[in-house]
C-alpha cells in the first residue's frame, strides 16, 4: 500500500509538473503574440508620418506633386519668367573709342530725375574738321534694341532753341576682317524744350557709335535712360 500511495502522489506530481510547463509555455506565446502585435503596430503607425530626415539619394520626394499643369507654378520654387528678356544701362558698357568726348552733366541739370545716370556727349566747335563727336561702345553681338531719350542743353538763352541731330551706327565685323557700318537709328529735332526718343536695331552688332552734331558749339547732347536689350 505505501508503494501505491507514492506511485499515486508522483503521477500526480507529474501531472501538475506537466500543467505547469504548459501554462509557462501557453503565457510565453502569448507574451511573443502581443510583442509582435506591438511592434507590427508601431512599424504600422511609424510608415504614414515621413521621418524629418533629408531623402536618401536618388529617393523621389515624400509627397510628390501631381502630374500636369497644375503642379507647375510659384508653389514649384521655379516660378515662370516675367520678362523675355532684360536691358542694360548703356552707361555700364565698355567705350571703346571716343571716351574724350564724354563730359560731365552741365552744373544746371545735375539733381533732376529725368537726368539720372546720363551719357553727355559734348557738341563739336564747329570749326574746321571738327563737326560731329562719336563714342562707341563694345556690344559683342549679345544686344537687340538701343532706347533712349535725347536731351539737348546750351548754356547761352539766344541758342535754347537749338538743335540737335544724333545718329546711332552699329559696327559688324565680317568674316573676312572688313567692318561694315549702318546707321540704324537717328534724331534730326530734338531741342531743350522737346527732348526726343531715339530707338535703333543693334541685333548682330559688334559696337554701337553715338554721333552727335550740334547748331551751336559749346553745348551738349544728354542721353538720358539709355539702354540695350539682351537677346
Known amino acids: 500500500m505505501p508503494d501505491m500511495q507514492d506511485s499515486t502522489e508522483t503521477s500526480a506530481s507529474s501531472r501538475r509538473g506537466a500543467a505547469w510547463a504548459a501554462g509557462l509555455a ?58 523675355a528678356s532684360g536691358s542694360v544701362r548703356l552707361d555700364t558698357l565698355a567705350v571703346e573709342a571716343g571716351a574724350a568726348n564724354l563730359v560731365k552733366l552741365p552744373r544746371q541739370l545735375a539733381g533732376q530725375p529725368q537726368y539720372d545716370r546720363p551719357i553727355v556727349i559734348g557738341c563739336p566747335s564747329n570749326s574746321g574738321a571738327d563737326k560731329q563727336r562719336d563714342v562707341t561702345f563694345r556690344l559683342h553681338r549679345r544686344y537687340l534694341d538701343l532706347t533712349s531719350t535725347v536731351r539737348p542743353f546750351f548754356p547761352s538763352p539766344d541758342e535754347r532753341a537749338g538743335v540737335v541731330h544724333v545718329y546711332a551706327q552699329v559696327a559688324t565685323r565680317q568674316t573676312d576682317g572688313t567692318i561694315t557700318r549702318v546707321t540704324r537709328g537717328q534724331q534730326f529735332d530734338a531741342r531743350m524744350d522737346t527732348p526726343r526718343d531715339l530707338v535703333a536695331d543693334v541685333e548682330g552688332a559688334d559696337e554701337l557709335t553715338l554721333r552727335v552734331q550740334c547748331q551751336y558749339p559749346g553745348g551738349s547732347v544728354v542721353f538720358t535712360a539709355a539702354a540695350v536689350s539682351e537677346g
Not at 502569448?30 to 508620418?49: C, E, H, I, Y
Not at 536618401?56 to 507654378?73: I, L, Q, R, T, Y
Open 26 to 83: 501557453a503565457a510565453g506565446v502569448l507574451v511573443a503574440t502581443v510583442a509582435l502585435a506591438r511592434d507590427v503596430f508601431d512599424w504600422r503607425a511609424g510608415s504614414g508620418t515621413p521621418a524629418a530626415t533629408s531623402p536618401a539619394a536618388g529617393a523621389g520626394p515624400a509627397n510628390p506633386s501631381p502630374a500636369g499643369p497644375e503642379s507647375v507654378g510659384p508653389e514649384t520654387g521655379t516660378p515662370p519668367p516675367t520678362n
